[in-house]
């Protein structure tokens, strides 16, 4: 049997460690407003559920104890993607296709790439942030590309077709004070839907051989034009090499003429019949003679 003075001394001592613990009590208490931000966290911190500080930075940190203050770690401000499918639609709502401004059909998909840049904003001001950004990426990307024709959205216009819905869904999140960062927008995916995508490949592959015909012929026509130009240029240079050839001899015959005139006038006596002798004898080796005998003509 335990003494009655051992029984006294346990008592004693359970009474000592009740007190130590209810004196501990507060101080625990206390200490529970301990708390630490990692280095890819963000804190948003509370005071009777009211908003005090929404980018409580990384390391340690106090509050005072739940429910007077609280704290809600959230991820840092990491890029995030979001994919936009209108495929995935097909409601009474909402079609799966495009319909652009020159009234052609598209399919198109997209990646929305954000970031958190006010936690505070992103998790009070909307029940679901991120599905009032899909929503807006959705009405966006169909308002778009009702502005443009399908030529310009499946060319040139693909890239401004992004920096227009990045800047659009900006302001409209700005507006709305959602707390999203828009980062990117890419198009996935833009071409016409399968239901016309062969007749379209059809059309740009006709547009594709007429123009081919039209350069060919361009082509043609230049070599020809540039062959026509060289014949053109042989021909007046040989031209203008007979009129030289002819003038000279003329320049010839008209000085070896007034030569024969001087000498003429000089002496008509002697220069006479050198002359005609001259001529004759010109004239008679380009002749063919026929000698006939007076007996050959009788018969």
């Known amino acids: 049997m335990l003494k009655r003075s051992d029984l006294g001394n346990a008592l004693l001592d359970s009474r000592n460690l009740l007190i130590g613990l209810l004196l501990s009590i507060p101080f625990l208490y206390l200490l529970s407003g301990l708390y630490s931000v990692g280095g890819e966290q963000r804190g948003i911190h509370y005071r009777f559920g009211k908003l005090i500080n929404d980018n409580v930075p990384p390391g340690m940190h106090y509050h005072l104890p739940y429910p007077i203050e609280s704290v809600v770690l959230l991820p840092a401000s990491r890029i995030r993607s979001m994919e936009v499918d209108y495929s995935q639609l097909g409601t009474q709502m909402q079609a799966k296709e495009l319909l652009t401004g020159d009234e052609n059909l598209v399919s198109m998909k997209l990646l929305v790439e954000y970031s958190v840049a006010e936690s505070g904003a992103f998790i009070h001001n909307s029940q679901d942030a991120e599905a009032v950004l899909l929503q807006l990426a959705y009405a966006q990307g169909a308002l778009a590309v009702a502005r443009w024709d399908i030529d310009a959205l499946l060319t040139s216009g693909r890239h401004r077709l992004q920096q227009e819905l990045k800047l659009n869904l900006q302001k409209l ?30 059309a740009n592959t006709a547009k594709a051989e007429q123009l081919k015909w039209v350069q060919d012929a361009k082509a043609q026509r230049s070599s020809r034009l540039a062959e026509s130009r060289a014949n053109i240029r042989q021909y007046r240079l040989q031209a203008d090499a007979t009129a030289n050839e002819l003038l000279k001899r003329s320049e010839g015959d008209s000085q070896r003429l007034q030569l024969q005139i001087n000498e003429y006038s000089k002496a008509p006596s002697t220069m006479g019949p050198r002359i005609y002798s001259e001529m004759l004898e010109r004239v008679l080796d380009k002749a063919q003679l026929q000698i006939f005998s007076p007996s050959q003509d009788h018969q």
């Open 173 to 202: 999140l700005h507006t709305l004070q959602l707390g999203i960062r828009i980062s990117s927008v890419q198009i996935r995916q833009l071409e016409p839907p399968a239901t016309v995508k062969r007749a379209f490949e059809q």
